[in-house]
């Protein structure tokens, strides 16, 4: 390991947090994504890899509700009562096929170093609610699904830092700068504001990504000699 850069499949899992720009930051502020993912090294330092991140925030800067709430900003349940608080969340789903190299001259093998990754695959966002009680009527069954505000579409990711791979095999992670940008739609009727929305977004993130990594070596070949 210390003296030659092997090839071997690796299994990670990978915490960040990104900040939205450009139209996604009018609608979410910060948030994390917390994933696993797994990777082939090759011996010239080639990495490629499926990675999968699930994405959770508290900061919603839009509330399509509101455009049902009475004067003092409550929603009337089925019962004809002030339903009980609800919590406005952002969740979402992030896929990527990605590829990239591993720049030798730092670390304590051949393996580690600076790196530069590229993806491309699927995201997904949207407003999630979470009701502290019944949900009133008019957000029930798919009627929910015109206040979500459920946007998708193709995305590219690129990654710039550091990954360790060391020699005892036990300290494995990376930590990188990780840009996204996606252009997405959303499909479904806005009931807020009674129409579709037909635009394409173009949604950007900028943010740091800590991943620990699992390597899977394959055990040296014992040689005999008669």
């Not at 609608?27 to 082939?40: L, P, T, Y």
């Not at 330092?45 to 900003?73: C, R």
């Not at 790196?115 to 798919?142: A, K, M, R």
Request: proline share 4%.
């Amino acid at each position: 390991m210390q003296d030659s850069s092997l090839s071997f499949p690796v299994i990670g899992f990978q915490y960040g947090y990104e900040l939205p720009a450009g139209i996604l930051a009018k609608s979410f502020g910060g948030d994390s994504k917390i994933g696993a993912s797994f990777w082939k090294k090759t011996k010239h330092n080639v990495i490629y890899g499926i990675e999968y991140d699930y994405i959770f925030g508290s900061t919603v800067k839009i509330n399509p509700l509101d455009s049902i709430v009475t004067s003092q900003g409550f929603l009337i349940d089925n019962a004809g009562q002030f339903a009980q608080n609800v919590q406005v969340f952002e969740r979402g789903h992030f896929v990527m096929l990605k590829a990239g190299k591993i720049f030798r001259g730092l670390g304590p093998n051949p393996s580690c170093g600076l790196f530069l990754l590229g993806g491309i695959g699927f995201w997904y966002h949207q407003v999630y609610y979470y009701w502290n009680g019944d949900q009133p009527s008019p957000v029930l069954g798919n009627y929910l699904y015109g206040y979500e505000r459920i946007t998708y579409g193709p995305a590219l990711s690129e990654s710039f830092g550091y990954i360790n791979f060391s020699n005892n095999k036990r300290i494995n992670f990376s930590i990188a700068l990780e840009a996204d940008q996606g252009l997405t739609q959303e499909p479904g009727y806005e009931y807020d504001v009674l129409k579709f929305d037909n635009s394409t977004h173009f949604d950007m993130t900028f943010g740091i990504k800590g991943t620990w990594y699992f390597p899977v070596y394959k055990r040296a070949t014992e040689k005999y000699y008669y």
